[in-house]
């Protein structure tokens, strides 16, 4: 059993930056990838990044490659999203997921936090 806590979200500018933290309980957490999504009401929840149980490859979704990275301190057990360069359209719940596969199908993830809002003003 894996429990996670989302932090770190807030409200921003355009062209500003936030970092969130996704800890995790539990002491197989680097046994787990991790995704993060986002969801906004209304909307299908989508996905933004995602990285290999011991951080060696990510995936990113289009609209945020290259502005967004995803990493994790496994000694910490934390997954970490520098989101840079923020526009009004990264407006959202951001959620961690933590699964057996670094995919971007929400189902393939096995645990989830409950949220972090992410607030960008234009």
Do not use: H
Not at 9 to 32: D, I, K, N
Not at 54 to 77: C, H, L, M, P, Q
């Amino acid at each position: 059993q894996v429990q996670l806590v989302e932090s770190g979200g807030g409200l921003v500018q355009a062209g500003g930056s936030l970092r969130l933290s996704c800890a995790a309980s539990g002491r197989t957490f680097s046994s787990y990838a991790v995704g993060w999504f986002r969801q906004v009401p209304g909307k299908e929840r989508e996905f933004v990044a995602s990285i290999r149980r011991d951080g060696s490859a990510t995936y990113y979704a289009e609209s945020v490659r290259g502005r967004f990275t995803i990493s994790r301190d496994n000694t910490k057990n934390t997954v970490y999203l520098q989101m840079n360069s923020l526009k009004p359209e990264d407006t959202a719940v951001y959620i961690c997921a933590a699964g057996p596969y670094f995919l971007i199908q929400p189902g393939t993830y096995d645990y989830w936090g409950q949220g972090t809002q992410v607030t960008v003003s234009s």
